[in-house]
């Protein structure tokens, strides 16, 4: 299944696509902090959609490790006036919301997001799948464990992938009995996962694509690749880009990521090599 419908326009991901991160958080791993008014925010987007990112995600929640609690109304008020604000800018664009909120869900579709990006694949939120089916928007699911408060405690596996294929199996049938449709898995690199953990499911991406489902890849700039080669976020683009043709070699449909142009370039050399 390689077709998504965003707002009744099917989205063909069998060639693979790109998807720039918004974070309008104040604490957000690499760009925490830098976007904060929406001027900015225009810039920051009208840069993504020139580069060629087909998707923009937006985030109101930071989910990095030991992340803090952030109420849903406070969510609301840095999301849903953003999401306005681009809709009205550019009236095409196709808006992801990553949120595990159903109400963050419900109030940012109905003015105009396009798709529902979920760390917890509808655990954090009983009202989530329902929601999504309800709104008939793709749904991205990750896996994860605990909350991003507790993930890193929780990273203890016999078997990760099958672990993780158990997961999804699981989640994939719950949503499907609210009639969801359009579903796309996400692994969740660097959540309840150690750098270790990160690398042997890199290497065994392909196992996820069991569900035949379209896999979203996020390692944009993670600790898995900064961490290994003793740098910052800031100094991980050569890293994340290498990393991120591997994904592609692997399978990966979308590729999340803080720089469109590298990935997006990486996709077209990769085409070349027949992936």
């Not at 840095?78 to 681009?86: F, S, Y």
């Not at 100094?235 to 070699?249: E, I, P, R, S, V």
Request: glycine share 6%; with cysteine; proline share 4%.
């Amino acid at each position: 299944m390689s077709t998504i419908n965003c707002k009744g326009t099917l989205i063909d991901l069998s060639t693979p696509k790109v998807m720039g991160i918004v974070n309008v958080t104040p604490d957000s791993f690499f760009d925490g902090g830098k976007l904060t008014n929406s001027d900015e925010i225009i810039l920051q987007v009208e840069k993504m959609l020139h580069d060629g990112a087909t998707f923009i995600d937006l985030g109101g929640y930071s989910s990095k490790p030991g992340a803090e609690f952030v109420s849903e109304e406070e969510e609301l008020n840095r999301v849903v006036p953003i999401v306005k604000v681009l809709v009205d800018k550019f009236p095409d664009i196709l808006l992801s919301i990553d949120t595990f909120r159903s109400e963050v869900a419900k109030q940012t579709v109905e003015n105009g997001v396009a798709i529902i990006n979920d760390i917890s694949a509808g655990l954090l939120d009983e009202k989530m799948l329902e929601t999504v089916a309800k709104l008939q928007v793709p749904y991205i699911m990750m896996h994860m464990k605990g909350t991003p408060k507790t993930m890193q405690s929780l990273s203890q596996y016999e078997d990760l992938v099958k672990e993780m294929n158990f997961y999804f199996s699981e989640r994939i049938a719950k949503a499907r009995t609210f009639g969801l449709n359009d579903i796309i898995i996400d692994p969740g690199f660097g959540f309840a996962k150690t750098i270790e953990h990160n690398y042997e499911l890199l290497q065994n991406l392909e196992l996820l694509q069991f569900h035949d489902l379209p896999i979203l890849a996020g390692i944009s700039r993670k600790s898995m690749i900064y961490k290994a080669l003793e740098t910052s976020p800031k100094d991980a683009l050569n890293g994340t880009t290498f990393l991120h043709a591997f994904c592609l070699q692997k399978g990966a449909n979308i590729l999340r990521v803080h720089d469109v142009k590298e990935a997006v370039e990486c996709v077209k050399l990769m085409s070349r090599l027949g992936n």
